[in-house]
T-cell receptor, first 112, second 114 residues
Framework: DTAVSQTPKYLVTQMGNDKSIKCEQN?????MYWYKQDSKKFLKIMFS???????INETVPNRFSPKSPDKAHLNLHINSLELGDSAVYFC???????????FGPGTRLTVT | DAKTTQPNSMESNEEEPVHLPCNHS???????IHWYRQLPSQGPEYVIH???SNVNNRMASLAIAEDRKSSTLILHRATLRDAAVYYC???????????????FGKGTKLSVIP
């Protein structure tokens, strides 16, 4: 009965590759988010989706693109991976804007 | 954005109460005070939030100063499972869609001693 799940848990890839991280929530929430936690443990918002519309888009490179096939899923696509993209990526969801957020277990991305 | 200040780290003995302070001297009248925690190798977890009055839930209590320039997260009886980084976050509910984001600071790393 996992609330917010992410796959894969670990992802190791080479520079220049394109990869995707999947996120699913079974809470019936309307809003989903992607966060990046770097090696210094700072956690920063990247995107959020509300009712399949992008409502917050922080200053992330356009190599990163969120894709939401339906309300329960928000996948993160990353093109032309760079060393600096190595981090832990967390997906989260909330009932609506402003409500408490529920986080997934994270995906550790390592770019070599 | 209003900022928060928290101690980098704190220690507590198991089964004793823990008071985690947070200063937010530039808080506005419409800023909610949120607390999240992140256990090792896990995603952040919502703990509690409040606006003006003290709040209680099954996880913790939130005590908010009368002038709202500081708040304290209270864990009534620390367990080893409470060892985590605790984040105090201000969120303004009336500043547009961008205000709904959570801006995490460095937080307080709580260690619980058996």
């Amino acid at each position: 009965d996992t609330a917010v799940s992410q796959t894969p848990k670990y992802l190791v890839t080479q520079m220049g590759n394109d990869k995707s991280i999947k996120c699913e929530q079974n809470l019936g929430h309307d809003t989903m988010y992607w966060y990046k936690q770097d090696s210094k443990k700072f956690l920063k918002i990247m995107f959020s989706y509300n009712n399949k519309e992008l409502i917050i888009n922080e200053t992330v490179p356009n190599r990163f693109s969120p894709k939401s096939p339906d309300k329960a899923h928000l996948n993160l696509h990353i093109n032309s991976l760079e060393l600096g993209d190595s981090a832990v990526y967390f997906c989260a969801s909330s009932q609506d804007l402003g409500y408490e957020q529920y986080f997934g277990p994270g995906t550790r991305l390592t770019v070599t | 954005d209003a900022k928060t200040t928290q101690p980098n780290s704190m220690e507590s003995n198991e089964e004793e109460p823990v008071h985690l302070p947070c200063n937010h001297s530039t808080i506005s009248g419409t800023d909610y005070i949120h607390w999240y925690r992140q256990l090792p190798s896990q995603g952040p977890e919502y703990v509690i939030h409040g606006l003006t009055s003290n709040v209680n839930n099954r996880m913790a209590s939130l005590a908010i100063a009368e002038d709202r320039k500081s708040s304290t997260l209270i864990l009534h009886r620390a367990t080893l499972r409470d060892a985590a980084v605790y984040y105090c976050i201000l969120r303004n509910a009336y500043s547009g869609a961008g205000s709904y984001q959570l801006t995490f600071g460095k937080g307080t790393k709580l260690s619980v001693i058996p």
